[in-house]
């Protein structure tokens, strides 16, 4: 109940199309929603957050959408680019004060020039 | 702003050995997690402190051990390494103060146990 499942594993996008990475929850005392980017050789860097009482939020080219009935939540990259190439990772928390983040296993997006 | 600092950036050790690792927190941050990630992971919730004290713990045996000191910084001790250890250890501050859900993670500490 404590996973956090993330699909697809890898992802390669076109300069310009849509990047789409989904996860899926269990357990229903999560709360918080975040996305994460990590570069090769570098810690992960906060993207986008959502809580469970909206079903979409946006940021720039940044886009996540939440489907609290499915228990499911994506991560939508707009107009994808190069510089977008990274490995993302989907998180969750509960809210019983302590923020333990539980993550997915990552999706390793490329996006081609 | 400075954001959250860790030292070494690398190490390597030796099976057997004992390991420290720091980190800084982001300005205004009260409280540090600890991750674990693996090659290829995600990362794994290794430990928090708050106000001093250990107040959550993941599935990481005692070997893994924690300070936090009146700054606000952290160390993370790892005793009697295991070849499994060698991993990117992550530092993650976040603000109870400030009641935010949002934890930002340094650069990492890359271990290497041979």
């Known amino acids: 109940q404590q996973q956090v499942k993330q699909s697809p594993q890898s992802l390669i996008v076109q300069k310009g199309g849509i990047s789409i990475i989904n996860c899926a929850y269990e357990?229903?005392?999560?709360?918080?929603f975040p996305w994460y980017q990590q570069f090769p050789g570098k810690g992960p860097a906060l993207l986008i957050a959502i809580r469970p009482d909206v079903s979409e939020k946006k940021e720039g080219r940044f886009t996540i959408s939440f489907n609290k009935s499915a228990k499911q939540f994506s991560l939508h990259i707009m107009d994808s680019q190069p510089g977008d190439s990274a490995t993302y990772f989907c998180a969750a928390s509960m809210n019983t004060g302590f923020q333990k983040l539980v993550f997915g296993t990552g999706t390793r997006l490329l996006v081609s020039p | 702003d400075a954001g959250v600092t860790q030292s070494p950036t690398h190490l390597i050790k030796t099976r057997g050995q004992q390991v420290t690792l720091r980190c800084s927190p982001k300005s205004g941050h009260d409280t540090v997690s600890w991750y674990q990630q693996a090659l290829g992971q995600g990362p794994q919730f290794i430990f928090q402190y708050y106000e001093e004290e250990e107040r959550q713990r993941g599935n990481f045996p005692d070997r893994f051990s924690g300070h936090q000191f009146p700054n606000y910084s952290s160390e993370l001790n790892v005793n009697a390494l295991l070849l499994g250890d060698s991993a990117l250890y992550l530092c993650?501050?976040?603000?109870?103060?400030?009641?935010?859900?949002?934890?930002?993670f340094g650069p990492g500490t890359r271990l290497t146990v041979t």
């Open positions: 357990n229903t005392a999560f709360d918080y």
């Open positions: 993650a501050s976040s603000s109870e103060l400030k009641g935010s859900y949002e934890q930002y």
